[in-house]
């Protein structure tokens, strides 16, 4: 999508419109701290090293059954209360894993069904996954024509597809991956990681741009650096909207070039995106709306970095 279209304004300002979340009115009700049920620490809504909701919440939290396993390696400079890597273990807590790097697992690199989200010079589309990955264009070459005077392929965290790259949906009776690697930390900080010779060998995704709608500002970065929970959730749509299309009863502004599902062979194992993976936004909508409620949205230095 470019990022100056009229679509990709109107997700700006409209960032949740058409979502599936769940009302978070029980969240305003919390109104003091209260101990972690497991470490005993004072907590808001959810503790950020247990990964569990404070006591006034439990059961009371949508959970986000997710299609493949995700694990979540944390710089261990990342400040625990500022992530959004705790929201996806909070409310996937039986398929999210988060681990603060050096502690990362050995992964099985053979089969393919491991990736790790990262714009690398040989990380491919998600569609791309779909197809044969050895007929497909890279992420290095689709833009290395393009790269500005000055720039490294490895900085630029944008892909962009022309309208035809959306249109097919893949009707398959199952996804293409097993489980998806994040880094959640800085820019700078992530390219340590990223030279872990335990996550070099992994193959490499990229995501579709977006708009990060995140609040907490890094200077440098443009508005395309999304924020850890908001790149899962883009992961899993384009995964689901590529393997079964898009319900048409679903409307939300980051879907609507995607096509609508329509009856298949394979109908008995399609299942059309219809909000299913949303709720992994529950914590962090409530958050941007409580922050835009004490602060304006023009005054925030997260808001101005530039779209390109």
Request: glycine share 4%; charged share 25%.
């Amino acid at each position: 999508m470019n990022p100056k279209s009229p679509e990709a304004r109107k997700i700006i300002g409209n960032p949740f419109e058409g979502l599936l979340i769940t009302n978070a009115e029980m969240l305003d009700k919390i109104e003091a701290r209260s101990s972690c049920l497991s470490c005993g620490k004072s907590r808001m809504y959810f503790c950020y090293t247990c990964f569990l909701p404070v006591s006034q919440l439990v059961g009371h939290i949508p959970m986000c059954k997710l299609p493949i396993k995700v694990d979540i390696i944390k710089h261990k400079r990342e400040i625990d209360g500022k992530s959004t890597a705790a929201h996806a273990a909070v409310l996937s807590p039986g398929e999210v894993q988060v681990y603060t790097y050096p502690d990362i697992p050995e992964y099985r690199i053979d089969d393919g069904r491991t990736v790790l989200l990262y714009p690398g010079t040989e990380a491919i589309s998600v569609r791309q996954l779909f197809c044969s990955k050895k007929s497909t264009e890279t992420y290095c070459q689709k833009v290395l024509s393009q790269l500005p005077p000055g720039y490294n392929v490895g900085t630029l965290m944008t892909r962009t597809f022309d309208k035809d790259d959306y249109q097919d949906i893949y009707h398959v009776t199952k996804l293409p991956i097993d489980r998806v690697i994040l880094i959640d930390s800085t820019w700078n900080q992530s390219r340590g990681i990223f030279a872990d010779e335990r996550l070099k060998k992994i193959p490499k995704i990229v995501l579709q741009q977006r708009a990060s709608q995140f609040w907490r500002h890094q200077k440098g970065s443009p508005r395309w650096y999304l924020s850890t929970i908001e790149a899962l959730h883009q992961l899993l749509l384009e995964l689901h909207l590529c393997a079964w299309g898009r319900s048409e009863s679903y409307k939300s502004n980051l879907v609507l070039s995607y096509p609508i599902h329509e009856p298949h062979e394979n109908d008995t194992t399609c299942i059309p995106y219809k909000g299913q993976y949303d709720n992994l936004l529950f914590f962090f909508k409530f958050m941007y709306e409580k922050l835009h409620s004490l602060y304006s949205h023009e005054n925030l230095l997260a808001y101005k970095r530039p779209m390109t």
